[in-house]
């Protein structure tokens, strides 16, 4: 903020609460440049009602930017940018967090100490998947998903498999397949995935019948890359042994189904939650509407 105020005439929101639809067409008419967050919805809906906007970019704070009409935008000559590079490691070793909750079922075991009921060790309590040397498939295999394949690679001796459009060149062991092959070998599968409409739904029921028994899910991607009805419907059965999610299709809103069952893992959207990781997005953000201000071509254009 600091750095912004410094260079242009900032105008702060104070709440943290998304943008109105009101507050996005204001925006759009009003400033030079906005610097959204993943809830404020830049819809084709607030273009429309901007015939000529002043603004000239949108440098979304984050990497996702499924909230913004992309196509919209450039047709009101608004440029998107993201901030891909601050987000990787943060987003990756959440994955990981997950990954280990979910499978040691740690969760559980802090609720029951929480509790006060837990009576000590006993040798069958709480008995999860052992992650060293397990198969893990990653759905998408771009910065965030190679993050995670090679932190499951080199920390646990994990087999990689991943699924992705684009065969990939990476610097560990890995095989790409098809989506229902991929799914059969694992026992650890991550949705790294953009959102958007080619992804919504990506993980449905039928990647659910895929997956074996003892296999956990893991979303650190877009909620709606996941039919939320369809992992409700197999947690339930328990034809997948758990999930761990930090990420929801309608959130804030999450299931009451999702939130009484004991083998899932529920965050709260929090995989950059960490303040060097969120000033280096706010800087990435800041330097495109530098670039921008200066004539140059931004460094993070979608």
Not at 84 to 105: I, N, Q, S, Y
Not at 138 to 151: L, N, P, V, Y
Not at 168 to 196: C, N, S, W, Y
Request: proline share 4%; charged share 20%; net charge negative.
């Amino acid at each position: 903020m600091d750095a912004a105020q410094a260079r242009f005439d900032v105008t702060c929101r104070e709440s943290t609460r998304p943008m109105s639809h009101a507050e996005c067409v204001d925006a759009l008419a009003e400033q030079d440049a906005v610097l959204p967050t993943l809830g404020d919805a830049f819809r084709s809906a607030a273009f429309a009602e901007v015939a000529h906007p002043r603004c000239r970019l949108l440098a979304n704070f984050g990497v996702g930017v499924d909230h913004i009409d992309v196509t919209a935008a450039r047709a009101a000559g608004v440029v998107v940018s993201n901030t891909p590079g601050a987000v990787t490691d943060a987003t990756a070793d959440l994955a990981l967090t997950l990954v280990l909750m979910t499978a040691r079922r740690a969760g559980e075991g802090e609720r029951l100490v929480r509790s006060g009921t837990w009576t000590g060790w006993q040798p069958t309590q709480l008995l999860g998947l052992h992650v060293s040397g397990k198969t893990v498939c990653i759905i998408g295999m771009g910065r965030i998903g190679q993050a995670i394949a090679r932190r499951c690679h080199h920390g646990f001796g994990c087999p990689v498999v991943y699924v992705n459009r684009s065969p990939k060149r990476v610097d560990f062991p890995a095989e790409q397949m098809e989506m229902g092959v991929a799914l059969a070998r694992a026992d650890i599968v991550v949705v790294a995935t953009p959102g958007g409409a080619e992804t919504r739904h990506l993980i449905g029921a039928a990647a659910f019948d895929a997956m074996q028994r003892h296999a956990i899910l893991v979303n650190i991607a877009r909620g709606d890359v996941v039919d939320e009805t369809a992992l409700i419907a197999a947690l339930a059965e328990r034809r997948i042994a758990g999930a761990g999610l930090d990420v929801y299709e309608f959130e804030p809103q999450v299931p009451e189904a999702l939130r009484g069952m004991e083998h899932v893992t529920l965050l709260p959207h929090m995989g950059t939650a960490a303040l060097e990781v969120r000033e280096a997005m706010g800087r990435m953000a800041l330097d495109n509407v530098i670039a921008l201000d200066e004539g140059r071509a931004l460094p993070n254009r979608v």
